[in-house]
C-alpha cells in the first residue's frame, strides 16, 4: 500500500556492532536499576515516617514517583534499542487474542472507551514471536488510545485480515485505527524517532520506536498513515510456511 509511511529504516543489521552495543546497554540498564532500586527504597522509609513534615514528604514522594518512572524508561529502552531477544517460531495470532482483548480493554477503559474488533476467519499460522508481537501490538494500541483520547466521541478499531484479503498475499494484516487530526508526513515520520512525542512531556516518547525495531527483528512490516481524519497503523506479518 504505496501512502503508507514504512519503517523500514529501523530495521537494524545483525552485526558485531550491534553485539557489542546489546551487551552494553543491558549492563548499563541493570546497574542503573540497581541505583533506582536504591533510591525508591530509601524514599519509602522516608516516607514510613510519619513525623516528617509536608515538605520533606512531597519531596520523597517525588523521588520515589522518579525512580519508579527511570525503571520503567529503561524497560522501554531495552526494546527500542534491540535488546530485547526475538525467538521466531510458527505461532497462531487466535491464540494470543484473549490476552490481547484483555489488554486492550485496561488501555482503553480508563480513556472512556472500548476497542472494536473485526477478526476475518481463517487466520494460519505466522512467523513471530509470540511475546515481542504482542509487545508491538500494545505499543500501537496504547498509542491509537492516548491519540483517540483527544478526539471527542473517538474510539480504536483493531481489524486481522487473512493473506490476500487486505494485501497481495503473504502476510497477515492487522490493522489499528482511530481518529485524528491532519498530520503532515514529514510530522508522522518524526513520530518512528526515539523521544519525539506530540503528546507532552509526561510520555517517554519511544513507542513507536520500540514497535519499529521489534517488528523489524521478526521480518514484519509496519506502517502509518494518516488520511481522511483517521490514522491507521498496519502490521504485514509473515505467514509460516
Known amino acids: 500500500m504505496a501512502d503508507f509511511l514504512y519503517a523500514d529504516d529501523f530495521r537494524l543489521g545483525q552485526s558485531p556492532t550491534r553485539r557489542f552495543y546489546e551487551f552494553f546497554l543491558?549492563?548499563?540498564i541493570h546497574k542503573h536499576n540497581n541505583l533506582m532500586g536504591v533510591i525508591q527504597g530509601f524514599s519509602s522509609l522516608i516516607l514510613f515516617d510519619d513525623s516528617i513534615n509536608e515538605e520533606v514528604r512531597e519531596s520523597?514522594?517525588?523521588m520515589q514517583t522518579s525512580a519508579k518512572a527511570a525503571t520503567d524508561l529503561n524497560r522501554e529502552i531495552l526494546g527500542?534499542?534491540?535488546?530485547?531477544?526475538?525467538?521466531?517460531?510458527?505461532?497462531?495470532?487466535p491464540d494470543a487474542l484473549t490476552y490481547w482483548k484483555g489488554k486492550a480493554e485496561d488501555i482503553c477503559a480508563p480513556l472512556g472507551f472500548a476497542a472494536e474488533w473485526n477478526?476475518?476467519?481463517p487466520l494460519p499460522p505466522v512467523l513471530a514471536d509470540s511475546t515481542r508481537l504482542g509487545e508491538v501490538f500494545f505499543h500501537l494500541m496504547r498509542?491509537?488510545?492516548?491519540?483517540?483520547?483527544?478526539?471527542?466521541g473517538s474510539s480504536v478499531a483493531v481489524d486481522l485480515f487473512p493473506p490476500g484479503?487486505?494485501?497481495?498475499?503473504?502476510t497477515v494484516d492487522l490493522f489499528i485505527r482511530n481518529r485524528c487530526g491532519q498530520i503532515e508526513e514529514e510530522t508522522l515520520r518524526r513520530f518512528f524517532l526515539p523521544f519525539e512525542s506530540s503528546k507532552g512531556t509526561e510520555?517517554?516518547?519511544?513507542?513507536?520506536?520500540?514497535?519499529?525495531?521489534?517488528a523489524g527483528d521478526m521480518n514484519i512490516r509496519l506502517g502509518l498513515r494518516c488520511a481522511d481524519g483517521t490514522m491507521t497503523a498496519w502490521l504485514?506479518?509473515?505467514?509460516?510456511?
Open 80 to 93: 527500542a534499542t534491540g535488546c530485547a531477544r526475538c525467538e521466531i517460531a510458527p505461532m497462531r495470532i
Open 26 to 28: 543491558k549492563g548499563y
Open 203 to 214: 510520555h517517554f516518547g519511544i513507542g513507536l520506536t520500540a514497535a519499529s525495531i521489534l
Open 119 to 121: 477478526v476475518r476467519e
Open 165 to 170: 484479503e487486505a494485501s497481495q498475499g503473504g
Open 236 to 241: 504485514a506479518i509473515p505467514v509460516a510456511g
Open 60 to 62: 520523597a514522594e517525588q
Open 143 to 152: 498509542n491509537a488510545a492516548e491519540a483517540a483520547a483527544g478526539v471527542p
